[in-house]
């Protein structure tokens, strides 16, 4: 199993800045998800962060949005740049520890506004 | 990832079971059938999971078309936590992509 928490759990922001998501695994994983889920909407991928090579974005998100960094095996950021409303939505961060047809852990969420 | 259909909505009363369908007439021989649930306020987490054998486990019972073109989730009695958005998700155990592609999923209610 793996408990994952994130930082920050929640955050209003300004149109134009960029927020920094925290995604901290209790153990060593190599591949990382970042998923967004709109309001009254379903989990969409956003990319796939594994340690020691570039991120894969899913269609629809660009690297130069949403940032991602992946420094060791229980750590990721994903960054949200130059916001705007549209961009509210809860982000979420999964791991797939075993590599395994099996159970991927999910993150609590950050839960971010933009105003 | 193939796709799967499920109800947008059900309704159960406390300490009932509940069978939630999801249909997924284009499955392929390496698919799993996987299911997450999400509670309100919380990240999704997995249910049960299965390839062609019916499963079980202490949360719940996964039936299986013989076909493979359908599936059921049982929950033998449902209790208001189990009030959530589930997820029926078709997983390739064939290659290295291990991501999950959510549908719409199905909101239960569960009635006191």
């Known amino acids: 199993s793996a408990v994952i928490s994130q930082k920050p759990s929640r955050d209003i922001c300004q149109r134009g800045t960029s927020l920094t998501i925290q995604c901290q695994v209790d153990s060593q994983v190599t591949m990382m998800f970042w998923y967004r889920q709109q309001p009254g909407q379903s989990l969409t991928l956003i990319a796939t962060a594994n340690q020691g090579s570039e991120a894969t974005y899913e269609s629809g998100f660009v690297i130069d949005k949403f940032p991602i960094s992946r420094p060791n095996l229980t750590f990721s950021t994903l960054t949200v740049s130059n916001m705007s409303p549209e961009d509210s939505s809860i982000y979420l961060c999964?791991?797939?520890?075993?590599?395994?047809?099996?159970?991927?852990?999910f993150g609590p969420g950050t839960r971010l506004t933009v105003l | 990832d193939a796709k799967t259909t499920q109800p947008n909505s059900m309704e159960s009363n406390e300490e009932e079971p509940v069978h939630l369908p999801c249909n997924h007439s284009t499955i392929s021989g390496t698919d799993y059938i996987h299911w997450y649930r999400q509670l309100p306020s919380q990240g999704p987490e997995y249910v049960i999971h299965?390839?062609?054998s019916n499963v079980n486990n202490r949360m719940a019972s996964l039936a299986i078309a013989e076909d493979r073109k359908s599936s059921t989730l049982i929950l033998h009695r449902a209790t208001l936590r189990d009030a959530a958005v589930y997820y029926c998700i078709l997983r390739d155990s064939g290659g290295s992509n291990y991501k999950l592609t959510f549908g719409k999923g199905t909101l239960l209610t569960v009635n006191p």
């Open positions: 999964s791991v797939d520890p075993v590599r395994t047809n099996s159970e991927q852990f």
């Open positions: 299965g390839l062609t």
